[in-house]
Each structure stands twice: as structure tokens, then as C-alpha cells.
């Protein structure tokens, strides 16, 4: 099932006795676009402070009662890693909480690739989308790369919150903002990125896939991809009210020359 990241933030994190905070933001791999994290206000119960919830640790999401549930204990996250999360975190830093929660980091997970680009989810994506580069390098200012080599900082692993508002700029030009994710909750995977036009052409907005992105420019606040804006213009709308289904998906595959993987 896909789920509006900005719709989860505010969830309550229950835990096997109790609750415990909200769910403030997600960290995800922009290579992989896979969540990695899920970013917890503990409120008062921890005095503010936020704690890092491996995303792989999800039990069940509840839309009626807005509430996430997760395999732990609250001593068990009381006890957890102290981590800054107002900073980058470090594989280090990672490899800490992950071997504390008893699960082993993949941090070459993510989608699975057939002749070099696609996806093999729910549906089984084949083929690509814009000629998107997988390792395309992210720009960033010198010393931040040297700060972040030092603190050895994983620099792939980002906030949505920091994310959401970027400017999307296709090949040929501005087309609009970041507005959301659509995150599948089987893998918790970023299967779309949610595109609002509105400061191009009123009114619409349309679904791009990760996989389009070949540049994240964190300096200019803008993810570049490789399609143009005609071509996300004449996409299928997409309206947050109503649930992204396979007919939906495969009306888009269809319209990007997506192939279906045979079943």
C-alpha cells in the first residue's frame, strides 16, 4: 500500500507497552530511496528528546487511529543510542542503533534492476524513465564534503522534511515543487515523487518517480530530472484524495513507456 509521508508524520508510535512519542520525520538513502529511519518526538516522555526507529522494526501502520506500531519496548528505546538528528548521521552512528535493535544494515538495498534501470515491486517495473543515473553525483560546497568525509557522514542519507518544498527543475527548465512522497509500506520503498506544477500551469499535480532524479542540488534546493516539462505536464493527475491503485499505475507506466515485468 503507498502512504503520503507528509499524512504519517504525526503518527503515534506505540510500542509493545505504551506510547512513546510521533513520528517527526524520515531519513531515506537518495540512492537506494529507500526510508532508512523513521525520526520519533518523544515529548515528554523522554524530555524532548528524539530517537532514531529503524523503519525495518515496523509493525503496522493504522489509518483510523493514525498510529505506527513497532516490534520494541519503551526500555528498549529508552536505552537506545543517543543520536544528534539535527545533524547528519554517520554509518558509524548507524551501525550503532542498528546492532543495538538487533538488525543488520543493507546500504546497498533498494530497488532491483533488469538491463540496468527499473523496478520490480507490486507491479514489476521494467525499463526506465527519463534515462535516469543511478550514481549521479550530488552537489554540494567543498568544505561541507570534506566536514562530512571527516565526521564520516553518510551524505546519501536525507530528510524528507528537508526535501519537501525543493524546486523541481526538468531538462528543459523550472515545473514546479517537492509537495510529498508516496512511500510503499511492503519495503518502504519511495515509489513517487509528488510534483505540484501550480507555479508553472494551475492546478494540477502529477507523480514522478525517484528513478527520473539525476541530480539532488542541496545547495539550490532543487532536484533536477531527466524528463521534460511537457512530458510531466501531459502525465496523469494525481489527486491525494484517492488511493493509487493498478489501473492508476498502469495507466502511468503506459504513459512513461514503462514495461511490465512478465509475472
Not at 539535527?86 to 533488469?114: F, K, L
Not at 520503498?189 to 508553472?200: A, F, I, P
Request: contains cysteine; charged residues 20%; glycine residues 8%.
Amino acid at each position: 500500500m503507498l502512504w503520503n509521508a507528509s499524512n504519517i508524520q504525526g503518527y503515534a508510535i506505540s510500542v509493545s507497552d505504551g506510547e512513546i512519542g510521533t513520528i517527526s520525520d524520515f531519513l531515506f538513502d537518495d540512492t537506494s530511496w529507500l526510508v532508512r529511519w523513521l525520526v520519533v518526538d518523544t515529548g515528554n516522555w523522554l524530555s524532548g528528546r528524539k530517537v532514531l526507529l529503524p523503519s525495518s522494526a515496523l509493525a503496522h501502520l493504522d489509518s483510523q487511529q493514525k498510529n505506527c506500531s513497532i516490534k520494541l519496548t519503551k526500555q528498549q528505546i529508552q536505552d537506545s543510542p543517543d543520536i544528534n538528528t539535527e545533524r547528519p548521521v554517520s554509518r558509524q552512528m548507524e551501525s550503532s542503533a542498528y546492532g543495538y535493535y538487533g538488525y543488520s544494515p543493507n546500504w546497498n538495498s533498494g530497488y532491483s534492476y533488469i538491463g540496468g534501470l527499473g523496478y520490480m515491486g507490486a507491479f514489476g517495473w521494467v525499463g526506465g524513465l527519463g534515462g535516469a543515473r543511478l550514481n549521479s553525483p550530488r552537489t554540494r560546497s567543498e568544505q561541507e564534503l570534506i566536514d562530512m568525509q571527516r565526521n564520516s557522514d553518510d551524505v546519501h542519507l536525507r530528510s524528507f522534511e528537508a526535501v519537501n518544498g525543493y524546486h523541481i527543475h526538468a531538462s528543459d527548465g523550472a515545473i514546479g515543487h517537492v509537495a510529498d512522497f508516496l512511500i510503499e509500506d511492503i519495503d518502504w520503498s519511495m515509489r513517487y515523487l509528488v510534483v505540484d506544477t501550480k507555479n508553472w500551469w494551475p492546478g494540477k499535480k502529477v507523480l514522478i518517480s525517484p528513478r527520473s532524479v539525476t541530480e539532488i542540488d542541496w545547495n539550490e534546493h532543487q532536484v533536477n530530472v531527466d524528463v521534460k516539462r511537457q512530458k510531466i505536464k501531459g502525465g496523469p493527475t494525481y489527486d491525494s484524495s484517492v488511493p493509487i491503485d493498478q489501473a492508476y499505475e498502469k495507466k502511468y507506466l503506459a504513459y512513461y513507456d514503462i514495461e511490465l515485468a512478465a509475472a
